[in-house]
C-alpha cells in the first residue's frame, strides 16, 4: 500500500514544498510541533533509513544542511533539533523515510525529549559486533 508521503511525491496530495532535487523533497509538516517544522524525504521509496541506497543517504544529508540552512534564516530560530524515526516503537507513524527539522524558540516549544541514558558495559565487543557488520 502506498504511504501519504509517495501520494505526495507522485503529486496526488497537496504539500507546502519548500526544496526539490532528483533524490529529495522537503515540505512543511501539516500538523507542526513548531512554526517552520518541516520534513525531508528521500524519493526512493523505503520505510526505514538503513534500507536506503547510500546515493539517497549523501543526497538526504546534503539536504538537511541545505534546508536546515534555509529555515534558521527564514524563521530566525537558531536552535532546532533533527528527528527521524524508524519503525513503530520508535515512533514512526508514515512509512516512508523522514527527518523532521524542528525549530526550537523557546524551552517549552518544538519537541519534548525523554533521554533514557545507561551506561555501556561491553563497549569493546559491541563496537567490533557493528564494525564486523559495516
Ligand atoms: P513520524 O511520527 O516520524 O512518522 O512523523 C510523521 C509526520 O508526518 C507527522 O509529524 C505528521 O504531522 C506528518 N504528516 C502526516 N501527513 C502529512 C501530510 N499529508 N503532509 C505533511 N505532513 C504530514
Known sequence: MSSIFK??????IPCHRVYEDDHVLAFLDVAPLSRGH????????ASSLHELTEESG???GSALVKVSNAIVKATGATDYN???NNGKIAGQAVFHVHFHIIPKYD???GLG??????????????AKEIQQAL
Do not use: C, M, R, Y
Open 7 to 12: 501520494k505526495i511525491l507522485d503529486g496526488e
Open 38 to 45: 518541516t520534513l525531508v524525504i528521500p524519493k526512493q521509496v
Open 58 to 60: 549523501a543526497a538526504l
Open 82 to 84: 533533527i528527528l527521524q
Open 107 to 109: 524551552e517549552g516549544d
Open 113 to 126: 525529549l525523554i533521554w533514557n541514558s545507561s551506561t555501556v558495559s561491553d563497549g569493546e565487543i559491541l
